[in-house]
């Protein structure tokens, strides 16, 4: 199962970039690359979702290398709202018989006015 | 709107007391995931199921118990709680190509 390596927490400031990266060496083949944010007493909700290269949607980017070892989650133009804590998820796109999906600790991100 | 319901916020029991942990999701997804979460620690996976009937363990098994009678509805039990499974239990979801998992809004139990 690949494990995974975020820090453990950031700072940065309203309408900075944020890149947080996540290191996950035995990533397998089949493994696709997610992120979730999560706000206290909430439950996690999904950001973005990457095999390979780069993948962009409304809210953020995700930057794969061709290894696929590390993976780098961007967030243009922080607000106060985006400070949460940031998972990385790796694991088969299957969640089901053929592995299970294992989070690592998080970042927690802080956005200081 | 897709929706992963917890039955409880909030339980308090007691050392020794069996508890259910209630997941329902409406989406008709066949994957259905028991999380708990720890300061420090992050989501930990303790039990998934792929399909009705279905489970398997997770990373942290010990002491838990998970029934999936319908595909819809998946239970977490503690079959004799202990003060180290205070904790907040995330219940989620995905369908069979993967992608998003959905979470409920978390059960927060208090062993005393």
């Known amino acids: 199962l690949a494990k995974t390596t975020q820090p453990i927490s950031m700072d940065s400031y309203e309408g900075q970039e944020v890149n947080i990266t996540c290191s996950h060496n035995?990533?397998?083949?089949?493994?696709?690359i997610t992120w979730y944010q999560q706000f206290p007493s909430q439950g996690p909700r999904f950001i973005i979702q990457?095999?390979?290269t780069k993948v962009t949607n409304e809210v953020a980017s995700l930057f794969i290398p061709a290894d696929r070892k590390s993976s780098t989650l961007s967030l243009p133009r922080v607000s106060l709202s985006d400070t949460a804590v940031y998972y990385c998820l790796v694991g088969e796109h299957y969640g089901g018989s053929q592995g299970n999906l294992i989070f690592g600790k998080g970042t927690k991100l802080s956005v200081k006015p | 709107d897709v929706k992963v319901t917890q039955s409880s916020r909030y339980l308090v029991k007691r050392t020794g007391e069996k508890v259910f942990l209630e997941c329902v999701q409406d989406?008709?997804?066949?994957?259905m995931f028991w999380y708990r979460q720890d300061p420090g620690l992050g989501l930990r996976l303790i039990y998934f199921s792929y399909d009705v009937k279905m489970k398997e363990k997770g990373d942290i098994p010990e002491g838990y118990s998970v029934s999936r009678e319908k595909k819809e509805r998946f239970s977490l039990i503690l079959e004799s709680a202990s003060t180290n499974q205070t904790s907040m239990y995330l219940c989620?979801?995905?369908?069979?190509?993967?992608?998003?998992?959905?979470f409920g809004e978390g059960s927060r139990l208090t062993v005393l």
């Open positions: 990457g095999y390979k």
């Open positions: 989620a979801s995905t369908n069979r190509e993967g992608g998003e998992l959905f």
């Open positions: 035995n990533i397998a083949t089949n493994d696709y």
């Open positions: 989406m008709d997804h066949e994957n």
